[in-house]
Structure formats: C-alpha cells, structure tokens
Nanobody, 128 residues
C-alpha cells in the first residue's frame, strides 16, 4: 500500500492560487492513478480531479465540472509526486483536500471507493 503525504494547503483570498502536492512512497508510482478529493464541513467527500492511464502509456486527467478551467492536475513520476494547481479560487473551494491512489487501469471513476490509499488531508481556506 502506498503512503501519501499532502502539503501546500493554506489560507488565500478569493481569486488567488495554491498548489497542493502529494508525495507518495512505495514502488511503481507510475502505475498508480492519483486523485484529489475534498470534504467541506457538513458535506460528503467529493471528487475533484484525477490522473491515470486506462491501459496504454498516456495519462488522462479528469475534473469535476466546478473546477474545470481553474484547477490543473499533474504528476512527476520521477519525484513520486502529484500536484493540484488551483487558480481563481472561490470561497466554495474551502475544504480539506485529500490525495488518493489507486492501483491498476483508470478510466475516470469519481467514486472514492475505487481509491485504496489516502493521505491525511490538507486544509484549504478561501476567504471572500
């Protein structure tokens, strides 16, 4: 099981930017699909973005509609790290953000149950 550690959260004003990082330990990071989920107070955990391969060599990125055009997910397999660049942040983006990993082919599932490893979470607060 891969170990995940997030960093990069914080307090930012609306319209600002943050970059979250998730460092993974364990073998074969390149074979994992990596995702970001978030959970706001009183709400269920929701899918934000993920990046993975469906069986070939190309990684595909997926986003929930509310962050398309504002957030960008990327990965550096040489550093065992996945990133979430968040621009034009809004107060409704306030949440604890979790990194997650999944073994095997990935075709865009947004179900948290498809991801077997989770980080501890990092708080993102966007003030209005």
């Amino acid at each position: 099981q891969v170990q995940l550690v997030e960093s990069g959260g914080g307090l930012v004003q609306a319209g600002g930017s943050l970059r979250l990082s998730c460092a993974a330990s364990g073998p074969t990071f390149s074979s994992y699909a990596m995702g970001w989920f978030r959970q706001a107070p009183g709400k269920e955990r929701e899918f934000v973005s993920a990046i993975g391969r469906s069986g070939g060599s190309i990684y595909y990125a997926y986003y929930t509609d509310s962050v398309k055009g504002r957030f960008t997910i990327s990965r550096d397999n040489g550093k065992n790290t996945v990133y979430l660049q968040m621009n034009m942040l809004k107060p409704e983006d306030t949440a604890v953000y979790y990194c997650a990993a999944r073994v095997g082919p990935y075709s865009g599932s947004r179900w948290s149950g498809d991801f077997g490893s989770w980080g501890q979470g990092t708080q993102v607060t966007v003030s209005s």
